[in-house]
């Protein structure tokens, strides 16, 4: 899981920020995946896994576990920053510019009393390491679930070596 982390957030140092923002919102998947029984993700793990881990944060006022569900689906299917269903139009991930801009309300000047019109204003690298802060705190918190750490043997790793019987130990691969 730890690689994962990494890769996010030299991800956000790098500023590929659309690449942040897309692995973050992934992580409830991969965490919920690995506590299932059967290893898979599901909507219904996602949204457990939010409310548990990341929605105790600042953004439980801003966001549910729903609209982070139809955000995630939103951008890692259709590459929009919202989706249909969300209480909002959009979500708008602001850029690091010297001061922080976050968790704001930003209005339709053409519709300034229509909630579904407003667009909610995240800042990128706090989304960002709120996400990979929950996923660390939800990994320390399952170092000995027997199924947790069953499921990680499978999880996506470098493997500097190989990977026998299927490519030889001098060929770095990610698996």
């Known amino acids: 899981m ?8 030299r991800a956000l140092d790098f500023g590929l920020f659309y690449l942040a923002i897309v692995s973050a ?3 409830p998947d991969i965490c ?3 506590e299932s029984e059967k ?3 599901t909507e219904r793990g996602y949204r457990e896994w939010c409310k548990r881990w990341f929605l105790d944060s600042s953004y439980r006022r801003h966001l ?3 609209d982070l569900w139809r955000l995630r689906s939103g951008i890692i299917h259709q590459g929009r920053m919202g989706h249909p269903g969300m209480e909002f139009a959009r979500v708008i ?10 968790l704001n309300w930003l209005k339709d000047p053409q519709y300034p009393n229509d909630p579904k019109k407003r667009c909610l204003n995240l800042d990128t690298r706090r989304f960002v390491r709120t996400m ?7 990994s320390t918190a399952n170092q000995n679930n027997a199924l947790v ?6 999880l996506v790793q470098y493997r500097a070596y190989g990977l026998l019987p299927w490519l030889d130990q001098k060929i770095p691969v990610v698996s």
Request: proline share 2%; charged share 20%.
């Open 149 to 154: 750490q069953e499921h990680l043997k499978n």
């Open 25 to 27: 919102l992934t992580v």
């Open 132 to 138: 990979i802060k929950a996923a660390i705190n939800w």
């Open 64 to 66: 549910t576990d729903l």
């Open 39 to 41: 290893g898979k993700a």
């Open 2 to 9: 730890n690689t994962i982390l990494e890769e996010i957030n």
């Open 32 to 34: 919920a995946a690995l």
């Open 93 to 102: 991930f602001s850029l690091p510019t010297g001061f922080i801009v976050d």
